[in-house]
């Protein structure tokens, strides 16, 4: 019986995907994002991981914050 819900709730909920993604990408932004990984200086992975301004550490932090300011946008 649970299975048979949890089918028609699959079923039911309507699909949140966009139908044509490609149309909300901008080349402004996409140059943005890589001058910003750009100023990172290196995105090695034995660079530092703590420094806030420079290395693999402060990129994936502003990747990581670049994603939940994405997922707030998006509800």
Do not use: Y
């Amino acid at each position: 019986m649970r299975k048979l819900i949890l089918a028609a709730a699959l079923f039911t909920t309507p699909a949140v995907a966009q139908d044509t993604p490609a149309d909300n990408v901008s080349a402004d932004r996409l140059k943005e994002d890589v001058e910003k990984l750009v100023s990172f200086g290196t995105r090695h992975t034995l660079s530092e991981q703590d420094d806030p301004t420079r290395g693999i550490g402060a990129a994936v932090d502003w990747g990581a914050a670049e994603f939940q300011r994405i997922a707030t946008a998006c509800g």
